[in-house]
């Protein structure tokens, strides 16, 4: 949620934030804003809407900067400043709740990505004392008490704010009377920053800073960075020195570019081949057997340890949120299926306040799995430190590396997606798929569950995913042509059962998310549990059907829906007949081992949502009202 982008050098800021600014566009904002700090002094330019229109008012307000115009009018030349896209929290859309916000005399500028829970107290507290608020934001309130507490040294005035202050926080800030430095600080949500010659940065995320530099450093909680021309500094919230090593960034700028496709989220769909072969390949491997016998595939996942100290294990525990709360649905039903293990998933956000019963790490305690994308989840890293409070051992599903989920985890595995700039997420979603398949086959060996050649069997099956994905992807007119002819239904439904209606929730979720179709999911067979009222001539359901002991009892869900006028679509095996007479439309999927079907079967729905987005002429990438990283509650 939100975009935040700093530099100081020796090259005009505006540029270069803007520029930044166009990279963090993917996490989501309804406003955006630029303060650059030069000879003139402090300059704030800030614009309801898209960075097009901050743009916009940037060059008019410049160009009456001019000689001959009015003395105090706008020229945002400098060499150092923050840049700000803002998703609205506190305070409708608009120029003046937009980001950077200045304290009093505007010779403080600071922007805020997420939420400072005491903020009415203390607006209450500063309006005490004489100050008068300008906006509706949380944010304002730290620029006044930044103010109060200045007294010739940033620094210090920074750190007694924050000591204030209550919630989550990334903050940037500049100030007039201090040239030479930006200050930032981070607690629970994301802050990086980075070094080239001559220049330093921070950014919300990584992508801002790749056209300058691959070095970066992940800020950790509570810690403090000051940025200089030719160096950064560290601190705790204390004020003691801390030495940070730099991390160094693989992936190339270019996979956060578009590469030729009309969007980010076509490109990551497409991406979920190569994706999938990058999370899988490095974990397979060649053992020799032990008896002379012909060597045998395995799964290697020494990265989370996952050792025979596991095999004793009573129960899996899956907390997540969103598309990483459908894969753990999904993870739910594959150690089920391979381990026979008792298996629990949670709403990260329901987890973290009911108290839940956990058995301490032990060899007869739970596996705590934790998934997120982003790694920067608010609710889903609420949850890692209360079951981490409880003894649990953590093992973090996530795609970013450094991500703070990354630093808390016990034990990281990593998706190897690439990055996702699309809001909707998917290639992270089947790539979080794969990985916990890899678990569970893991572990169902590991426990003997599993023999050696059922384990080899599924490793094989799986291996064959990322040539099936393709097949599905070289097929796409024909789920573009159906979207062409129904993106206009008022409601859709997704059904399915078991793997299947792990796999209708995300349909729905992507649906929803992108198209603003109201879309919802249920289990097959509770379709007469209610959902059929709802059913008429303006109705869609397609129905996943990859579970072949349970494709007569779909067939009849299906009939049910077609004799109250709905339209029924099929998503399903290539080589599968049931549904010919029954189907409005069928798409096919290659035959795969059917408890791997989800890795498979989503593909089509991701593209239905797509498609519906561009016909309804929206910008699937940046849906509104939501954002990438989710870093508040």
Known sequence: ??????????????????????????????????????????????????????????????????????????????????????????GEPSDVNSHPHTDVSGKIAVVHNGIIENHAKLRAWLKDHGVAFRSETDTEVIAHLIDFHYNGDLLRAVMETIQRLEGSYALGIICENEPDRIIAVRRESPLVAGAAAGSSFIASDVPALLEHTRDVYYLDDREIAVLFRDRIEFYNDEGQPVLKETARVSWDAAE????????????????????????????????????????????????????????????????????????????????????????????????????????????????????????????????M???????????????VVGST???????????????????????????????????????????????????????????????????????????????????????????????????????ALKLKEVSYIHSEAFAAGELKHGPIALVDQHTLVTAICTQSRLFDKMDSNIKEIKARGGTAAVITYEDVTAFDETADEIFRIPRTDESLSPLLSVIPSQLYAYYCSVLRGLDPDRPRNLAKSVTVE
């Open 1 to 90: 949620m939100c975009g935040i982008v700093g530099y100081i050098g020796g090259e005009e800021a505006a540029p270069i934030l803007l520029r930044g600014l166009q990279k963090l566009e993917y996490r989501g904002y309804d406003s955006a804003g630029i303060a650059v700090l030069g000879e003139a002094g402090l300059k704030v330019c800030k614009s309801k809407g898209r960075l097009a229109a901050l743009e916009e008012k940037i060059a008019l307000e410049n160009a009456s900067a001019l000689p001959g115009a009015a003395r105090g009018t706008l020229s945002l030349e400098g060499t150092m400043g923050l840049g700000h896209t803002r998703w609205a929290t506190h």
């Open 256 to 383: 956060a570019e578009k590469g030729g496709y009309e969007h980010f989220m076509l490109k990551e769909i497409h991406e979920q081949p190569r994706a999938l072969v990058d999370t899988l390949r490095p974990r397979i491997r060649n053992e020799e057997s032990t008896d002379g016998s012909a060597p045998f595939r395995s799964i290697n996942l020494e990265e989370i340890g996952f050792d025979s100290s596991w095999a004793g294990a009573g129960r899996v525990v899956i907390a997540a949120c969103g598309t990483a709360w459908h894969a753990g649905v999904v993870g739910k039903y594959a150690f089920e299926h391979y381990v026979r293990i008792p298996v629990e998933v949670d709403v990260a956000s329901e987890f973290r306040y009911r108290n839940p019963v956990l058995d301490p790490a032990n060899p007869g305690g739970d596996i705590f799995i934790i998934i997120s994308q982003s790694g920067e989840t608010a609710d889903t890293l609420a949850a």
């Open 385 to 399: 430190r209360m079951a981490k409070k409880k003894g649990a051992r953590i093992v973090a599903i996530t795609n």
């Open 405 to 507: 989920l990354a630093r808390e985890a016990d034990l990281v595995m990593y998706t190897w997606a690439g990055p996702e700039i699309a809001v909707a997420s998917t290639k992270a979603f089947t790539t979080q798929l794969m990985c916990l398949y890899l678990m569970a086959v893991r572990l169902g060996f590991l426990r003997g569950t599993l023999d050696g050649e059922a384990s080899a069997a599924a490793i094989e099956a799986m291996e064959k995913i990322p040539q099936a994905a393709e097949k599905i992807l070289s097929e796409k007119e024909k789920i573009q042509r159906f979207a062409s002819r129904q993106f206009n239904k008022t409601k859709v439904f997704y059904m399915g059962r078991l793997f299947d209606y792990a796999v209708s929730m995300e349909s």
